[in-house]
């Protein structure tokens, strides 16, 4: 549904699951009216102030690149279908790109894309041995309820910290 925002060396992609519907019809990136990404990256010191998502082109010069795991389909994850999860697209985008870190914004695109059950916080994951792997709590207000966002915050002081 939406183009991958991505460049080479990045230091951060961040990976959802798909697309919602809202960002589906608006053609960008965490489009949906009560999603937290924008507001956090600007919370955490990832961006100099809160970007729109019809600015997401611009995290490429910030360092930020945007991906999915499903690329075909968008909606609810209980709407996804399984089939259309590709981790092994994701795992060659991420070796062709080579990004310092690799961010999931959700535990279930975490599951997905490394294949194993991760908490929130920075991950051991083997899929992809030689990076900086992190799992955040999703920001979609569908997930208000469980929302933590120390997870978000050890990230932004992990990069900034880097640079």
Not at 42 to 59: I, N
């Amino acid at each position: 549904m939406l183009s991958d925002r991505l460049a080479h060396g990045l230091e951060v992609v961040f990976c959802g699951t798909a697309a919602s519907h809202a960002s589906a019809a608006m053609g960008h990136y965490y489009a949906g009216p009560g999603n937290r990404f924008w507001p956090l990256l600007a919370e955490t010191g990832l961006t100099p102030r809160r970007f729109a998502p019809s600015e997401d082109h611009l995290l490429l010069s910030l360092g930020i690149g945007l991906t999915d795991l499903a690329k075909d389909v968008c909606g609810m994850d209980r709407d996804i279908p399984k089939a259309a999860y590709a981790p092994d697209r994701l795992a060659a985008v991420i070796a062709e790109f080579r990004p310092k870190r690799l961010a999931f914004t959700s535990l279930t695109a975490a599951k997905i894309g490394l294949g194993i059950r991760c908490p929130a916080g920075r991950a051991e994951a083997p899929r992809f041995p030689d990076l900086a792997v992190w799992v955040l709590p999703s920001p979609s207000g569908a997930a208000r309820a469980t929302f933590d966002a120390a997870p978000w915050h050890d990230l932004g002081n992990h990069v900034r910290g880097a640079l």
